[in-house]
């Protein structure tokens, strides 16, 4: 299935493009040439303006756009390399072209510069697609909610089969395959699978090493599925857990909870961030907690808005973000609790629904 396209994407970006005082943007990102268009393949630009939409691509993608890209963008064909067919694709006149400047390389730049003559004016831009994809439709809310339903039934097909005496990549490769079984397209992101001393690295990559009784783990995994994502993390305790780990889970939970409830349209998104780094700094661990409360959540798996401490901006309905506070105690173990929530204009909407309690597996 492809990304469904609404017709109001490319004229709310036009009304951006009027406020930055530019004709046209250039769209090189892939995943913001999806948004606007529907095109899932690897080779294609989007240009869009008041009164132009069109979508670039070369002769392997021609049957795939007539397929996918919405029927409001004229389809262009150029070269393998685009930028070489941009000019004959802009319209006439002098013009102010703007580009994605976390999209396009120095080279890149430099072939365009090289390629339009002085009508034309180069202005870069940042995230103005990126703030449209921020605030997610309800069919994208449900595409989200889909992949974390789906998402969350192999977590507990995974907790039936247990822990121990498997290796952590054991236990990511069968998550992994437990969700394309159920119809993801594929995981949204390489599976952390972390036991013991090793979860104290918040982005551990799966090792050949038994997950033994004692241990503590960090599962962190999601699923792809129509282009979305999803993204969650729990820590489970592989036999009896030491005292100590339960007074830093129970200290990591009452964080995650005070930042679920922040999550709300009222607040800004350094604020969420704050509720709970204060809860974890208030109990000494704050040198321990060194990355962002969280990260929206759509066609990319990270995207905006992101909940720091520096972060701009307020919260705004149909805002998916995670909030994933976490604890790492480097030579012991680490803690992470991670769910998807919805912002809306009253409660947040929690996406996932694995139980937050410690889990104690087999």
């Known amino acids: 299935m492809t990304t469904q396209v609404t017709q109001d994407r490319p004229l709310r970006l036009t009304d951006l493009l009027t406020a930055a005082d530019l004709d046209l943007l250039l769209v090189t990102g892939l ?13 294609g630009l989007a240009i869009v303006g008041p009164e132009i939409r069109r979508f670039i691509t070369d002769f392997r993608y021609l049957e795939q756009a007539a397929a996918e890209v919405d029927p409001s963008f004229d389809r262009v064909q150029a070269p393998v390399d685009l930028l070489d067919g941009l000019s004959e694709a802009l319209p006439d006149g002098a013009l102010k072209l ?3 400047e976390a999209h396009m390389t120095v080279a890149q730049y430099a072939l365009v510069r090289e390629r339009l003559d002085d009508r034309v004016q180069l202005a870069p831009t940042e995230g103005l697609v990126e703030s449209l994809r921020a605030v997610k439709d309800a069919a994208e809310v449900a595409a989200i909610r889909a992949c974390a339903v789906l998402a969350d039934a192999a977590f507990q097909r995974l907790l039936d089969e247990g822990l121990i005496g498997r290796t952590e990549r054991q236990v990511a490769i069968a998550l992994e395959h437990e969700m394309v079984l159920r119809g993801a397209h594929r995981p949204s992101f390489d599976t952390i699978v972390a036991a013991g001393a090793h979860g104290a690295r918040p982005h551990a990559a799966p090792r050949e090493v038994e997950i033994r009784k004692g241990d503590v783990v960090v599962i ?10 999803s993204d969650c993390t729990r820590t489970l305790a592989a036999g009896e857990p030491e005292p100590e780990v339960r007074e830093i889970y129970e200290l990591v939970l009452r964080a995650q909870l005070a930042g679920l409830e922040a999550a709300r349209a009222t ?3 350094a604020e969420v961030d704050a509720t709970a780094r204060e809860i974890i700094e208030a109990a000494g661990q704050g040198e321990n907690f060194g990355h962002g409360l969280g990260h929206g959540v759509g066609l990319d798996v990270h995207e905006a808005p992101y909940l720091r401490r520096r972060s701009k901006g307020q919260l705004q309905p149909g805002n998916v973000v995670t909030v994933e506070p976490g604890v790492y105690l480097q030579g012991q173990f680490g803690v992470r609790i991670e769910d998807l929530v919805v912002v809306t204009e009253d409660e947040p909407e929690v996406l996932t629904s694995i139980p937050k309690q410690l889990i104690v597996a087999d």
């Open 31 to 43: 995943i913001n040439v999806r948004y606007l268009t529907g095109y899932t393949g690897s080779n």
């Open 220 to 229: 962190d995994w999601g699923a792809e599925l129509d282009g979305y994502s």
């Open 98 to 100: 703007g580009f994605e």
């Open 267 to 269: 607040r800004s998104a």
